[in-house]
């Protein structure tokens, strides 16, 4: 195996990127900025709603654009026969594609998951009993990602891709607002103290599993294709 490649694939998708990486990351930079404007001049349910917008809109958009700038439309454009033409497997192409994908979208995840925790728990917006579901929200935000680029990076397709982000942000909503009303869960958020009961340790357990697998599946289901083409 030509150790190599990997690194080579990942600099020539960020050539590619950077400009879209800084263009996401400053306007969520500004958007970070604006907040402790609005915090004690608009209400606080106004400000936690445009808060959750303005924090998760731009790291959602930015990881959605690169997979589809790195993978999907690599294929649409048929670039990517070319450099399937290199000495590369489809599982390192596969570790490319992660390498330049899920580091990027992790980091604005967790700027974003810091900035909203302290807004909602430091600022007093939330009671204590609420941090383990905000906890499984934005968990359940990073499972949605993982499964999207993994559906694009299996299928390299952009329909099948669209409608992976629709499925996973409906089943996101779905399955966290079924949560919200399991009584080992709504008991005890709006309670002041927060409690990690064994509903709660289990559905983050199972979310961070979930994200796992979805990243194996792929490059074991990649690490087995003949024909990536």
């Not at 001049?41 to 959750?52: A, E, K, M, T, Y």
């Not at 809109?57 to 026969?81: D, H, R, W, Y």
């Not at 810091?114 to 430091?122: E, Q, S």
């Not at 990602?145 to 982000?165: A, R």
Request: hydrophobic residues 60%; proline residues 5%; glycine residues 6%.
């Amino acid at each position: 195996m030509n150790v190599s490649i990997i690194p080579q694939l990942v600099k020539k998708d960020f050539l590619l990127v950077y400009r879209t990486i800084l263009m996401f990351a400053l306007v969520s930079l500004s958007f970070i900025g604006i907040l402790p404007l609005l915090h004690g001049n608009i209400p606080n349910w106004v400000l936690i709603n445009i808060g959750f917008m303005m924090l998760l809109g731009p790291a959602a958009t930015c990881g959605i654009v690169l997979l589809m700038k790195t993978n999907v439309f690599e294929k649409e454009k048929s670039t990517q026969p070319f450099i399937m033409s290199l000495p590369v497997s489809a599982k390192e192409f596969t570790q490319a594609k992660l390498l330049i994908n899920l580091p990027v979208f992790t980091v604005f995840w967790l700027v974003v998951s810091a900035v909203a925790f302290y807004f909602a728990f430091g600022l007093g917006l939330f009671p204590q009993g609420a941090v383990p579901f905000v906890t499984m929200v934005f968990l359940g935000i990073f499972v949605a990602y993982t499964c999207i680029l993994s559906v694009s990076l299996l299928f390299q397709s952009l329909p099948m891709t669209v409608l992976s982000i629709l499925i996973f942000e409906l089943g996101t909503s779905a399955y966290l607002w079924t949560i919200a009303f399991l009584d080992p869960v709504a008991h005890f958020v709006y309670g002041p103290v927060m409690m990690w009961n064994t509903t709660a340790t289990t559905i983050v357990t199972v979310q961070v599993l979930v994200a796992v697998f979805a990243i194996l599946m792929t490059l074991h289901i990649q690490g087995t294709k003949r024909d990536f083409i």
